[in-house]
């Protein structure tokens, strides 16, 4: 796909994008508004959208924002509904929102810290597309970009919702560009690694590697241009991701034995 693709109305072109009011979504945002293109913005804090596209000095007619819980799937089908209504059907959509919280099966609480998480990261991901899908796929352009991560590659301790989520995100990627196969429309699938965002602030383990959430936005909008079906963003997480999948078990355990855990809900 070009980076500025040719819109059907002579409209410069539409990026819709989850989870924009903080981190990836943001430093997204910001590299489309750079490029001319409009903007469908969406998040629970909008006033925080709001707050950012200001300062950018973004004309009204540029950016549009949509209030809604992707994990609640009439909310984030509705804004979906609402943006194709309202500023026409999106070039390219990217389901970004999500939450990274630690668990610990023992603990009856954290079962709904899975259940939150894979509303957020998986059920949410798929209502973002699902409003689009058809349309997009008549209209026969168009990316589907999802956001996994590099913790999709392998089970952490003390991370198993998040890494479920994930891992859950790439396989269902996967399914959905075998069903665009063939209509013009690419799914893209983005594993970030350690990217510096609120997400990642107060992790208690070294995180290689580590990108400032503009770096990483820079190289997800060249991976979308240049249609990849999967990128591991930095690349040298591509390798360590690629190097972990290789461990043999008792190997893998070991190695991550003593790290520190991603902070349960409350901690
Ligand atoms: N940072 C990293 O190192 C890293 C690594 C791998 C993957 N990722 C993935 O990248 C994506 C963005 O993460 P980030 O680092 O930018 O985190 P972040 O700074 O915490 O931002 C998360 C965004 O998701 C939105 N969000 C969360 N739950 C939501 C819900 N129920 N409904 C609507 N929006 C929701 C938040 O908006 P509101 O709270 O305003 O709704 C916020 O804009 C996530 O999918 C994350 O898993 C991040």
């Not at 919280?101 to 957020?120: F, I, P, S, W, Y």
Request: charged share 15%; proline share 6%.
């Amino acid at each position: 796909m070009s980076p500025t693709p040719a819109s059907a109305s002579g409209a410069s072109p539409l990026v819709f994008i989850t989870g924009a009011s903080s981190g990836i979504g943001q430093a997204l945002a910001a590299v489309y508004a750079a490029r001319g293109w409009r903007l469908a913005l969406v998040a629970r804090r909008t006033g925080e959208v709001e707050a950012w596209a200001r300062a950018q000095g973004l004309a009204a007619d540029r950016v549009q924002v949509y209030a809604a819980d992707v994990s609640q799937v009439d909310d984030i089908v509705a804004a979906g509904q609402r943006c194709i209504a309202s500023q026409g059907l999106p070039d390219v959509v990217i389901a970004n929102a999500g939450i990274s919280v630690g668990m610990d099966t023992a603990q009856r609480e954290d079962l709904k810290v899975l259940q939150d998480t894979l509303a957020t990261n998986n059920i949410g991901l798929a209502a973002t597309f699902h409003p689009f899908v058809d349309a997009v796929r008549r209209r026969g352009s168009g990316a589907l970009v999802g956001i996994a991560s590099v913790a999709a590659i392998r089970g952490l301790p003390g991370h198993g919702a998040y890494c479920a989520s994930k891992a859950a995100v790439v396989a269902y990627c996967e399914s959905l560009r075998g069903e665009c196969r063939g209509s013009g429309v690419r799914v893209v699938t983005l594993l970030p690694g350690y990217i510096a965002t609120p997400l990642t602030a107060r992790n208690p383990y070294p995180m290689p590697f580590l990108m400032p959430a503009a770096t990483f936005a820079a190289r997800a909008v060249a991976a979308i241009d240049a249609g990849a079906s999967y990128r591991v963003i930095p690349w040298q997480m591509g390798l360590v991701a690629k190097l972990m999948r290789a461990l043999p078990n008792a190997w893998f355990d070991a190695l991550f034995a003593g790290r520190g855990r991603k902070p349960r809900r409350g901690e």
